[in-house]
């Protein structure tokens, strides 16, 4: 079974903090996503990283692939209030069988930032 | 290029009774993914569809299933509602190839009372 852990659960934080936000499994993923979610909204895809080690920058966001392709952080540098949701790691299968069109997610962290 | 659409964004039925969603993938994906969110579970896969045929299909029961159209358009449909089933269900769109990028949908909620 696949599955992602993500750390911490929950992130309170004061506008123009840093924070970091883990996601770590036992499996090796080919690829893993980074999605952000508003309430009653789907979530959006931020990045895609794909090969061990990868830093991606977005902004005041950088992300980043594990070495061995099991783990994946996002930091944020400065947050602003505006980047406040749930912050959902993602990767493709899961338990046995095809991994056709199926991601794995994380448990998410909700991440408030407050003024 | 328009995102991927559900229709319709809020749905509120009673137990027994049986829903249908609907997703409009964007335009040039063949592959099609639903899933179920709640708070106490998070993203949970139902099945993928791609060219009309499910690939593969997640662990719930068979009151719960789907369709694909040939112009990609895909359907769920719930029967027998429970109140567990109240959730937000959201559709994912993906080219379908080696890419495991997906894009979501605003997402159905669904309320069963």
């Known amino acids: 079974t696949q599955l992602l852990e993500q750390s911490p659960q929950f992130l309170s934080i004061q506008e123009g903090e840093n924070l970091t936000v883990y996601c770590n499994s036992s499996s090796v993923f080919s690829s893993l996503q980074w999605y952000r979610q508003e309430p009653g909204e789907g979530p959006v895809l931020l990045v895609t990283v794909v090969t061990g080690g990868e830093v991606k920058k977005l902004k005041r966001l950088t992300f980043q692939f594990g070495d061995a392709r099991k783990d994946s952080s996002l930091h944020i540098t400065a947050a602003q209030p505006g980047d406040t949701g749930l912050y959902l790691c993602a990767g493709p299968g899961g338990a046995g069988g095809t991994s056709y069109g199926k991601l794995t997610f994380g448990q998410g962290t909700i991440l408030t930032v407050h003024p | 290029k328009a995102g991927v659409t559900q229709t319709p964004r809020y749905l509120i039925k009673t137990r027994g009774q049986q829903v249908t969603l609907s997703c409009s993938p964007i335009s040039g994906h063949r592959s099609v993914s639903w899933y179920q969110q709640t708070p106490g579970q998070g993203l949970q896969f139902l099945f993928e569809y791609f060219s009309e045929t499910q690939r593969n299909k997640g662990n719930f029961p068979g009151r719960f299933s789907g369709r694909q159209f040939s112009n990609s358009r895909s359907e769920m449909n719930v029967s027998t509602l429970e109140l567990g089933d109240s959730a937000l269900y959201l559709c994912?769109?993906?080219?379908?190839?080696?890419?495991?990028?997906?894009?979501f949908g605003q997402g159905t909620r669904l309320t069963v009372v």
């Open positions: 994912a769109s993906s080219l379908g190839g080696t890419s495991a990028e997906a894009f």
